[in-house]
């Protein structure tokens, strides 16, 4: 029987149609003015909302209820209470108030803090958003919430990215009053993300240890073919793949989640899904939900969901695209282009404030990107490069020009697209090519942030995008509100023009893969932050700090506890890293190929004995090399030790990051004679699955 789709849609969700139903009127009328102005809600309301939340939970099947937030682990976390309420005689009853909604109190000390919380300082909060809706999930009641300690600082993701909503949502107001916008009350980031993945077998992913720990592939012999044939991408889902879609999709349908797109990827066993873009914070709860159900999903069909930048050395890694745009409540695009871009004043400001913004605060773009796992990606000539440019199109860099050098402006024409037999329909060329090494790109109405990894929140970029186009947005504000009327469209125009020259560097519409390109970046005075090394420092660089206090999204100890958060978690990575691949050589992969050697040198002994004169040499040669490979291993992993252990006893965060290159440098030395020697071990005498079987299972 197939499946009611519009039916099926939210329909674990206590979205708009449920409150309409459940509440009174008032109690209603209420909640929706919180949700639309971000007013506060008083208790009495929040008692009402959490009675009929309640009974709609049970009779959707939930027995508990959870605060579900997202610390600075980069995951959420829950932790769940039943809605049983003893009243005597061993009776029971269903209880759920107005206070626990609102509140919750976590454990503080347990979650990253980055020292804004002592082991000993326990007690923090959740708290209730009621501009993301509640669903269920494992018949359990999901409340979203921010996570904040004690004293207040935020200890989470979604509280510094509502904060950076509200601050451009101040800015961009001002902004649209100079042109006499006033119905308009609220303005919004809206992002869409697009998310790649790869899908292995179970028991081969169990098979091998760098997966289960890492979640990447620390050595492996490329397998006789990989992407270049170019004909994964696009191409027929597999019967296993298609299942697993079809599945995730439902599920996430449930959960009101528009996922819409599904493909296969450049990469053999990669693929993507994309959603329908939405406001801010519920794409990027959205996205947290669809990371958790794709890999649950996936354990249901046999597979694993491998959600790392690289898993796989020699084909593509992962990333995820963060579609970017501003939306007011009038249902707005404000980098909607219209007909004739070069007369549209308020698309050219909101166009050029972001422009300015990527440049001025490019360091901060890549900061949000940076993880251990992405700088195996970025700059791969597989992801954007990690220099931060815009691309905008031959049409929009023909704009500028118009308003820089005062050209004569024309309405912008259709272009029919006529690609050959008659038969085919003709239809309308887009206003710009896509530039896939770009990491800003315009893509007709929004801006495509290309460098976040597969894995990452997007709440990060997000707070910077926000924040950075809100400070540019209060530039120009401050700016125009003292021009007279009559005088503002002069001013505008002469803002706009200085803003274009001066900030134009960003943009670049060629090819971000050519050496020539880092050049002309250097030239110009472009980020180029390489590495995670390069990248930590700059997010606690004084014109950074400077914007994050002064819009309110970050307290200076808020700052300076992320920044210590990034060098653990990288610091933490590189050494699990570095530890497993220890391990693994030590426990399967050094004694596999000696256990070869043996047998081979066995083989030859034999033979000779029986046949004195038969010719050994091929044996001989192969035991040569592999004896050489076994003792360049043996000697590389115990530097490896030495590597780790040194790290380890360094006091400095910052030195360990920058030493932790050197280690991943062994491990890379490491791995060219492992590849090498795997190409010569035959897969019975490997405790492991080759990527051949890995990439090509499913």
């Known amino acids: 029987m197939k499946k009611n789709i519009p039916e099926l849609y939210g329909s674990l969700v206590f979205n ?14 209420a909640l929706l003015k919180t949700i639309e102005s971000g007013r506060h809600l008083e208790l009495d309301v929040a008692n009402a909302v959490a009675v009929a939340m309640k009974e709609w939970a049970v009779e959707n099947g939930a027995t508990h209820f959870t605060h579900w937030f997202q610390p600075m682990t980069g995951i959420t976390a829950e932790k769940h209470d039943s809605f049983i309420n003893p009243v005597g ?12 909604l609102v509140k919750g109190e976590p454990d503080a000390s347990s979650f990253p803090s980055g020292g804004l919380r002592a082991t000993f300082e326990a007690r923090g909060y959740t708290a209730w958003d009621p501009t993301s809706p509640a669903f269920i999930k494992d018949d359990t009641l999901c409340i979203p919430t921010a996570f904040c300690s004690y004293s207040g600082e935020a200890l989470d993701k979604k509280t510094p990215l509502l904060r950076s909503m509200e601050a451009i949502n101040k800015q961009a107001l001002r902004v649209l009053r100079l042109f006499g916008n006033e119905d308009v009350s609220r303005v919004l980031p809206t992002v869409g993300p697009e998310q790649e993945y790869f899908l292995v077998d179970k028991e081969l992913f169990l098979q091998r240890a760098d997966l289960r720990f890492c979640g990447r592939t620390l050595f492996g ?17 597999r019967p296993r793949v298609s299942a697993f879609m079809k599945e995730l999709d439902e599920e996430l349908w449930k959960l009101g989640i528009p996922a819409k797109t599904r493909h296969n990827e450049v990469a053999p066993a990669q693929h993507e899904l994309a959603t329908v873009y939405t406001t801010t914070n519920l794409a990027v709860d959205a996205n947290q939900l669809t990371m958790e159900i794709m890999k649950r999903v996936a354990e249901r069909h046999g597979l694993v969901c491998l959600l ?46 972001t422009m300015k913004a990527v440049d001025d605060y490019g360091d901060l773009l890549r900061v949000s990107v940076a993880t251990a796992g992405n700088d195996h990606r970025l700059g791969g000539n597989e992801a954007p490069p990690a220099i931060v440019s815009m691309f905008i199109g031959d049409d929009l860099a023909a704009v500028l020009d118009i308003v820089e050098h005062d050209l004569k402006s024309e309405a912008r024409k259709d272009v029919a697209m006529t690609p050959g037999p008659q038969v085919f329909p003709h239809f309308v060329k887009d206003t710009t090519d896509r530039n896939r090494t770009s990491p800003f790109a315009f893509t007709g109405n929004k801006f495509e942030f290309r460098m976040p990894g597969s894995a990452l929140s997007v709440s990060g970029p997000n707070v910077v995008l926000n924040t950075a186009v809100a400070e540019v947005l209060k530039q120009f504000a401050d700016r125009l509100e003292t021009v007279p009327p009559e005088k503002l469209e002069t001013e505008v125009h002469i803002l706009l023009k200085e803003t274009i020259k001066q900030h134009r560097r960003i943009v670049f519409n060629g090819n971000g893969y050519t ?35 002064e819009h309110q999204v970050f307290t200076e100890s808020e700052l300076f506890s992320r920044y210590e958060i990034m060098q653990e978690n990288y610091i933490k990575t590189i050494q699990i890293e570095a530890k497993t691949m220890v391990s693994m050589m030590d426990k399967a992969f050094l004694p596999s190929v000696l256990s070869y050697i043996k047998e081979l040198a066995q083989t030859a002994s034999s033979v000779k004995a ?89």
Request: proline share 7%.
């Open 16 to 29: 708009d149609r449920v409150m309409k139903s459940k509440l009174p009127r008032d109690v209603y009328k």
């Open 610 to 698: 029986l046949v004195p004169q038969a010719p050994t040499a091929a044996q001989e040669t192969l035991i040569d090399a592999l004896s050489g490979l076994y003792a360049s291993i043996y000697r590389q992993k115990e530097d490896l030790k030495n590597a780790i252990a040194k790290a380890t006893g360094m006091p400095d965060s910052m030195d360990k990051v920058r030493y932790c290159r050197s280690i991943l440098a062994k491990m890379d030395e490491m791995r060219v004679d492992a590849d090498e020697a795997e190409r010569l071990v035959p897969d019975a005498f490997l405790s492991y699955p080759a990527y051949d079987k890995l990439l090509f299972s499913v």
């Open 89 to 100: 005689k061993g009776e029971v009853i269903m209880d759920f108030s107005g206070k626990e």
């Open 221 to 237: 012999a490329p397998a006789p073919k990989g992407q270049e044939m170019d004909d994964h991408y696009f191409g027929a889902l």
């Open 515 to 549: 050496d020539e390109w880092v050049e002309e970046a250097h030239r110009r005075g472009l980020y180029d932050l390489p590495s995670c090394a390069e990248a930590f420092p700059c997010f606690v660089a004084p014109k950074n700090v400077k914007l994050f206090t």
């Open 308 to 353: 790392h930048e690289k898993p796989f050395e020699g084909i593509n890694g992962s990333g995820k695209h963060n579609n970017w745009s501003l939306s007011t409540d009038t249902g707005i695009n404000l980098l909607d282009p219209d007909r004739e871009p070069a007369k549209n004043l308020r698309f050219l400001l909101f166009l050029t404030a």
